[in-house]
């Protein structure tokens, strides 16, 4: 199983940038997907994630209303939508996915694949 996450970049505060995770095999669209970031000198923390259908979906609080995750099980790809991007928001993201079944979408230890990560640095 791989993942490729790209998407991140360069963007003002108040902008926008839509992150992809595209996953390899066919059982990607039947897993669990989330999405996380780290910044430098702090914890890798819990952004978003949605199940295989899109019927359950989650954010962190400091997203809601900005963010939006979204599927496309027919391209084997997930999209994070960020919107209104704050300074506070530069990190490295991951999009990992879920393949053991017990998920706990907010807890990284869960998640046993992880992408590479891509950077998103928001200026003020």
């Known amino acids: 199983v791989q993942l490729q996450a790209s998407g991140g970049g360069l963007v003002q505060a108040g902008g926008s940038l839509r992150l992809s995770c595209v996953g390899s095999?066919?059982?990607?669209?039947?897993?669990?997907v989330g999405w996380f970031r780290q910044a430098p000198g702090k914890q890798r923390e819990f952004v978003a994630a949605?199940?295989?259908?899109?019927?359950?979906?989650y954010y962190r609080d400091s997203v809601k209303g900005r963010f939006t995750i979204s599927r496309d099980n027919d391209k084997n790809t997930v999209y994070l939508q960020m919107n209104n991007l704050k300074p506070e928001d530069t990190a490295v993201y991951y999009c990992a996915a879920d393949t053991i079944g017990f998920w706990r979408y907010d807890q990284a230890n869960e998640y046993d694949y992880w992408g590479q990560g891509t950077q998103v640095t928001v200026s003020s």
């Open positions: 095999g066919r059982m990607f669209r039947s897993w669990p």
């Open positions: 949605s199940n295989w259908s899109s019927r359950q979906i």
